[in-house]
């Protein structure tokens, strides 16, 4: 049984510029949700995915935006970037409709400069 | 040039002592809670969870305890080990809605002293 895979692990950035992280789930996981983690700070809910369909959002703009595939693997996107965009970005698969059994990532560290 | 550091509550114990890391919720809402543990350069990883009909629950070397009335939760590790240094935070979540989204609190430093 595979865990969550998260690429890249790191990632430096400018500010203004689109950004793409990207997340395979767990096997036999179909529910996709991304988190933000400040340094310091516990994570924040960006948004969940399930079946391709947008399953909540957390108070984050509409500049950062999500897909799933077919294969439950999903994309994180951050467009117009801004520096206090700089966080761990973390990925947890579940399975259900949402459920609370998440599998965590190890995230993507993604610096804004 | 302006410093950023960690301001988390942090907790220093001796190996083998028993550890308590708290944590206080505001959503009355909240009936599902979670402790995560969470070490450097890692996601966090689920520990123990606890539903809101219960007040106490035991894992391994693990016990959380929920005070409803006061919105608070704690995770007791028994004989802390140097292992058990992480980052701990507590997550609550509202079991009625329509997602599955965790509310985490800011995070405690439990450091183990050999």
């Known amino acids: 049984e595979t865990g969550v895979t998260q690429s890249p692990t790191h990632l430096i950035k400018t500010r203004g510029q689109q950004v793409t992280l990207r997340c395979s789930s767990q096997s036999g996981h179909n529910t996709v949700s991304w988190y933000q983690q400040a340094l310091g700070q516990g994570p924040q809910f960006i948004f969940q995915y399930y079946r391709e369909e947008e399953n909540g959002r957390g108070n984050f703009p509409p500049r950062f935006s999500g897909l799933q595939f077919p294969n439950y693997s999903s994309e994180l996107n951050v467009n117009a970037l801004e520096l206090d965009d700089s966080a761990l970005y973390l990925c947890?698969?579940?399975?259900?409709?949402?459920?609370?059994?998440?599998?965590f990532g190890s995230g993507t560290r993604l610096t804004v400069v | 040039g302006e410093s950023v550091g960690l301001h988390l509550p942090t907790l220093s114990v001796q190996e083998g002592d028993n550890s308590i890391i708290n944590c206080a919720y505001s959503n009355s809402a909240s009936d599902y809670f979670i402790w995560y543990k969470q070490e450097s350069g890692k996601g966090p990883q689920f520990i123990i969870d606890i539903r809101s009909n219960m007040d106490k629950r035991q894992g391994q070397r693990v016990t959380v305890l929920l005070n409803k009335t006061v919105k608070h939760l704690s995770l007791q590790i028994a004989a802390t080990q140097p292992g058990d240094s992480a980052v701990y935070f507590c997550?609550?979540?509202?079991?009625?809605?329509?997602?599955?989204?965790?509310?985490f609190g800011k995070g405690t430093l439990l450091t183990v002293n050999p």
């Open positions: 997550a609550g979540a509202n079991s009625g809605g329509s997602n599955y989204k965790l509310t």
């Open positions: 947890a698969s579940s399975s259900g409709q949402g459920g609370y059994g998440y599998t």
